[in-house]
T-cell receptor, first 110, second 114 residues
Framework: ELKVEQNPLFLSMQEGKNYTIYCNYS?????LYWYRQDPGKSLESLFV?????AVKQEGRLMASLDTKARLSTLHITAAVHDLSATYFC??????????FGKGTHLIIQP | SAVISQKPSRDICQRGTSLTIQCQVD?????MFWYRQQPGQSLTLIAT?????????ESGFVIDKFPISRPNLTFSTLTVSNMSPEDSSIYLC???????????FGPGTRLTVL
């Protein structure tokens, strides 16, 4: 059974700081996904990581995947208030649907 | 990317009743997925719906409680039957697609059961 663990679950940080969210998964997975969810909204796809060593960047967010360690990271550079949201990682995909981590509730304070 | 719509966007229902949620996609897709997000929680997969076959349910979810229809490649429904307050959640449908193997989510249906 695929399990996905995410940490931290809650993160409060100041603008301008850097931080990393970690996502571990228990068994081999074809793909690793990162999503953003704003309060009362659906999920916004951020990144899909398909292979070992994959790194993707969009603005202040960068995601990486280490399939040997079964670890993905979401790194936030020079955080700004607009990045405040809940971030989910998920593994699986294809015909099996996704297994989600519990989410990281991120608050970025001025 | 796929554009997904859901109806209703929200509803308040009485316990013991049933609600059918519709999911419409703007392109043909083989598989559609239904997820539940309980208040303040993460998403949990309820079932996978393939056109022309019965839905496949995850552990803890049963067809009598969550019957699913998939009449064609762009549409699916999820019914929440004999509702109780514990069924209060956001229900989301999802499809795969795109060159990047993305999974796209609908806007969700926010259900409150009194």
């Amino acid at each position: 059974e695929l399990k996905v663990e995410q940490n931290p679950l809650f993160l409060s940080m100041q603008e301008g700081k850097n931080y990393t969210i970690y996502c571990n998964y228990s068994t081999t997975s074809d793909r690793l996904y990162w999503y953003r969810q704003d309060p009362g909204k659906s999920l916004e796809s951020l990144f899909v990581l398909l292979s070992n060593g994959a790194v993707k960047q969009e603005g202040r967010l960068m995601a990486s995947l280490d399939t040997k360690a079964r670890l993905s990271t979401l790194h936030i550079t020079a955080a700004v208030h607009d990045l405040s949201a809940t971030y989910f990682c998920a593994a699986g995909g294809g015909a099996d649907g996704l297994t989600f981590g519990k989410g990281t509730h991120l608050i970025i304070q001025p | 990317s796929a554009v997904i719509s859901q109806k209703p966007s929200r509803d308040i229902c009485q316990r013991g009743t049933s609600l059918t949620i519709q999911c419409q996609v703007d392109s043909q897709v083989t598989m559609m997925f239904w997820y539940r997000q309980q208040p303040g929680q993460s998403l949990t997969l309820i079932a996978t719906a393939n056109q022309g076959s019965e839905a496949t349910y995850e552990s803890g979810f049963v067809i009598d409680k969550f019957p699913i229809s998939r009449p064609n490649l762009t549409f699916s429904t999820l019914t929440v039957s004999n509702m109780s307050p514990e069924d209060s959640s956001i229900y989301l449908c999802s499809v795969g697609g795109g060159s990047l193997n993305e999974q796209f989510f609908g806007p969700g249906t926010r259900l409150t059961v009194l």
